[in-house]
C-alpha cells in the first residue's frame, strides 16, 4: 500500500459487507473536540455509535478504524446530488482539530502530507474521481462545518484530489460583496449550487434558512475568505465555473483544425453552427482569468 497504518477497530460500523463499486465517495471531517486522545476514544466506544474509516492524528499518523467494506457512521443525515445517507455510499477520514467551538486551528502541514498519500491510495483503488472528494458541510451543510474554511481545498486541488474552480483568486476578488442585478440571478446561483451537488431546499424548514446554510457550506469550500451566507458577483461566478471547470481543446482530425486557449482561459459556452455542408463555425465564450464574459468566434487565440 506504501501507506504506514495502525490498526485499532471500532465496532460502530453496519453490515452487511459492501462491494467495492458502491464506494463512490469520501468524506473528509473534523473531530471538533478539545483532546485527540478523546476524539479517538469516542470513535471507538460502542455507546457513540460513530465511527470512520480512517483518522488522521496531528502528527500525521494514521489510523484505520473500520475497514473500507463496511459502512462507517460519519456522515448522519446527508445528501448530494440525488444520493441521500452518504455513509452507505462513502469512505469517511476524521482529522484532528478541535473545530469552531474550540478554537479552530490550522490543520498540521504532516496531517495533510498524510491526507495527500491516503486520497491518492483511495482514489486509485475504488476509482473515485476528484469531485467526489467532499467535506461533512457539503453534504449536510445545515448541521455542520466541518472541515471548514482552514481546510487547504485549493491544495489539494493543485495535486488534482479536490474540485476547485478555474479563476484567478486575485481577480475575482474586486466582485466580492457586489450584489447581483436580480432576483433571477439569485435563483441561478442556487440552482448552480444543486447542480453542483448541494442538497435542496428541505420544505420543513425555512427555504430562506436553509438557502443560508447552503451559501456557508459553498463558501468554506471555495470562497474561504469570507463566509457570510450572502450571495455576491463572486460567488456567482465561482458557482458557474464549477460547473464549466475544463479548457476546451478541440481538435478536427477530419479537417486537421486545432482551437488552443492558454490555461488561464476559461471557455464559458461553446456551440457549433453548421453554416453550410462540410462547413462548421465554432462560436465560444470565453472568460479571460474571472474578467468579463466576450464573445470570440472562429479564432484559435484570445483577443
Known sequence: MGIKLTTKYSPNFGLPKRIKKRIEFIIIHYTGMKKETAAIERLLN???KVSSHYYIK??????NLVPDLYEAWHAGISSWKNLTSLNKHSIGIEM?????????????IKQILS????????????????KCILGHSDI??????DPGEKF?????????????HKLDLKKIKKYRKVKLYSKKEESNFLKNLHKVGYMKNNQKKSNKKNNHFIIKAFQRRFRQDLINGKIDKECFLISKSLLISWIFKLEFLKQGIKLKLPDKWLIALIYFKEESPGSTRI??????????????ATENKPP
Open 283 to 296: 462560436q465560444c465564450q470565453v472568460i479571460p482569468g474571472g474578467g468579463n464574459p466576450r464573445d470570440s
Open 96 to 108: 484532528t482539530n478541535p473545530g469552531h467551538y474550540h478554537g479552530y486551528d490550522n490543520f498540521s
Open 58 to 63: 496531528k502528527n500525521g499518523n494514521i489510523l
Open 152 to 164: 487547504p481545498w485549493y491544495l489539494l486541488a493543485k495535486n488534482k484530489l479536490a474540485w476547485w
Open 46 to 48: 460502542p455507546k457513540s
Open 115 to 130: 491526507l495527500k498519500r491516503l486520497l491518492k491510495y483511495l482514489m486509485k483503488k475504488y476509482k473515485i474521481g476528484y
Open 140 to 145: 449536510s451543510p445545515d448541521r455542520k462545518k
